[in-house]
């Protein structure tokens, strides 16, 4: 059993500015994905699949709604010694900063890590989509006997520019590193992988910013305080001197990095054969257990969508779309291309009084979306029209109640859309 030797800490982030307005309340980990998870919930997973059971998330900005979530989601025997608990940033008498960078936020907490009986850190990002099997993964580094393993993805020439990528030799072994590497450069750090990654065009071996670290040598490396990132300071000096190998992964991966790869990760699941298969069963995604009725859909035509448990729907069309929890949805309205996140409660039938509302939770009557990521607990008026393929993708606007990006409508947590608007 591995989870007796292995310690788990996933990197929350910083402030997530990129993914905004999604963060502008909540830290990266705690945004919502596929209508019911948060997207602390896959690594997460992944590590329980694994046996991995003994799990810190490092945190700073907007924690208590991810505090919330894994108080109310996580909980093992009183008899275990399984564990997943938040560490936000702390002022100690050692240091009075917050986080610097991936490297400073383990150091900042490494008294922490210190205290458990582990032979290995896996170290993990809290922002990224994909199911990988973390017990192969440290077996793996275990039998090549490294002293740091560095999970790697096949990219093309195109997306080589946007990673650090690795140069392995043919037993696996990472030789070199560059961070985001120019164009010219790319020649010379192809690296060995399989023939179907080469039919693909994939020769370049990018860090998937997970690792494994033997414990007295992350005890070391974070001595020095001048280091703070992992893969910018850590991983280049470390592969000079410690025995580091690359473990190549080829399932679906995607790093959640700004709102066009959210979107586009979560209306991936309406596929008909997604990437990111949630009905795995020996791969299983889990989250806060709610006591929800099923959903209830009257007059609608669907089709590629993603529904979750809980809602009312009334509408004339869903397309390609992901509907979260508790969504309210009214008569003839079109939705499209959407990803809807849901609602944290029900309005009682004497609220929904329109002389006491005037715009109800959810989506009202008569309304076109198309394009857009309506945030939680939103209102949206009848007759709305909502529209993110009509804006440029360079060009962001932003208002009290909306902000677009990417060619994307996102409409702010708790955002009331007034009868009638043209988005």
Known sequence: MINKKVLAIILGGGQGSRLYPLTEARSKPAVPIAGKYRLVDIPISNCINADVKRIFVLTQFNSASLNRHIKDTYHFSFFSSAF?????????????????????????????????????????????????????????????????????????????????????????????????????????????????????????????????????????????PDTNDFGKEIIPQAIKEHKTVSYQYEGYWTDIGNIDSFFEANLGLTDAIPKFDLYDRDKRIYTRARMLPATKIAGTTLNQAVIAEGCIICADTIEKSVIGIRSRIGKASKISNTYMMGNDFYESLEDMDRKKIPVLLGIGERCHINKAILDKNCRIGDDVQIDGSKYPVDEEIETDLYVIKQGIVVIKKEAIIPKGTVI
């Open 84 to 224: 997943v608990d938040v560490l936000a940033a702390e002022q100690t008498i050692q240091s009075k900063k917050w986080f610097q960078g991936t490297a400073d936020a383990v150091r900042q907490s490494m008294h922490h890590f210190l205290r458990h009986d582990c032979e290995y850190f896996l170290i993990l990002s809290g922002d990224q989509l994909y199911q990988m099997d973390y017990e192969h993964l440290i077996s793996e580094h275990k039998k090549s006997k490294a002293k740091i393993s560095i999970a790697t993805i096949p990219v093309n020439a195109k997306d080589a520019t946007s990673f650090g990528i690795l140069k392995s030799d043919d037993k696996g072994v990472i030789t070199s590193f560059i961070e985001k590497p120019d164009a010219s450069l790319l020649p010379n750090w192809t690296s060995d992988v399989s023939d179907e990654m080469k039919s693909e065009g994939r020769n370049y071996l990018a860090s998937m910013g997970i690792y494994v670290f033997n414990r007295e040598l992350l005890e070391d490396l974070m001595k020095d």
